[in-house]
C-alpha cells in the first residue's frame, strides 16, 4: 500500500469570520514557512514567515473588506 505521511501540519484561524482582530496560529512539524493572505484575484496582501507553533495576530484594519484565503507554505511544498 501506499505509506502515509506521519508528519501532520495544522494552521488554525480564531475566530473566522472576524471583525476585529483574529489570530492565525500554526503547529506540527516544520521548521519555517510562509503564511500567505490574498483575496479572490490572487492579489497577495501579507507575506509573514512563521516557525512552528507561532501565532500571528491580524487587525481588520490591515486588510480591504472582501473574502481571503490563508496558505502556510514552505520553499517546495503547500502545508496547508
Known amino acids: ?19 476585529d482582530v483574529t489570530s492565525i496560529q ?3 512539524d516544520f ?3 510562509v503564511l500567505t ?3 479572490l484575484f490572487g492579489k497577495t ?3 509573514q514567515v512563521m516557525s512552528s507553533n507561532e501565532t ?8 480591504p473588506s472582501g ?3 490563508v496558505s ?8 496547508k
Do not use: M, V, W
Open 1 to 19: 500500500g501506499i505509506a502515509e505521511n506521519a508528519t501532520e501540519n495544522y494552521l488554525s484561524i480564531a475566530p473566522n469570520p472576524f471583525h
Open 26 to 28: 500554526t503547529s506540527g
Open 31 to 33: 521548521s519555517s514557512g
Open 37 to 39: 493572505i490574498y483575496d
Open 45 to 47: 496582501f501579507i507575506n
Open 56 to 63: 500571528f495576530t491580524l487587525s481588520r484594519e490591515q486588510l
Open 67 to 69: 473574502f481571503y484565503y
Open 72 to 79: 502556510l507554505g514552505s520553499r517546495f511544498t503547500l502545508i
